[in-house]
C-alpha cells in the first residue's frame, strides 16, 4: 500500500521557520513535491523535485524555502524560512511517477498525503 504522511507543521510567529516532512512508503516515486492550499483559495504549486534532484520552485516561494529529498530514507523535506501570514495553508506531499516540465500541475501526481496544518502569526 502507498502511503503519504507529512508531518512537521505547526503555529509560529511571523519570521520563524519550520521544516516538514514527507515519508512516502510502498514504493519510491520519480517525482514528490510541495502544494498547499490556504482557507478558501485554490490548491497552489509550491515546489517539486525529481529522484535525480531536479528542483522547481514556484516563483513566489524560491527565496523562503527550500525542498529536499533524502531517497535512501523516501522522504522529502520542505525547510520554509522567514514565514508571512499570507504562507498559512495546509501543506500537502504528492508523489508521481513522472516527471514532465517540472511537475507543476497536481494532474501529475497520482498520491497524496493528508496534509499538515502550518499557521503563521503575524
Known amino acids: 500500500q502507498v502511503q503519504l504522511v507529512e508531518s512537521g507543521g505547526g503555529l509560529v510567529q511571523a519570521g520563524a521557520s519550520l521544516r516538514l516532512s514527507c515519508q512516502a512508503s510502498g514504493r519510491s516515486f520519480t517525482a514528490m513535491a510541495w502544494f498547499r492550499q490556504a482557507q478558501g483559495k485554490e490548491r497552489e504549486f509550491v515546489a517539486s523535485?525529481?529522484?535525480?534532484?531536479?528542483?522547481t520552485y514556484s516563483d513566489s516561494m524560491k527565496a523562503r524555502f527550500t525542498i529536499s529529498r533524502d531517497n535512501a530514507k523516501n522522504t522529502m523535506y520542505l525547510q520554509m524560512n522567514s514565514l508571512k501570514s499570507e504562507d498559512t495553508a495546509i501543506y500537502y506531499c504528492a508523489a508521481g511517477p513522472y516527471w514532465y516540465l517540472g511537475n507543476t500541475s497536481p494532474d501529475l501526481y497520482t498520491h497524496w498525503g493528508q496534509g499538515t496544518q502550518v499557521t503563521v502569526s503575524s
Open positions: 523535485m525529481s529522484y535525480s534532484g531536479g528542483i
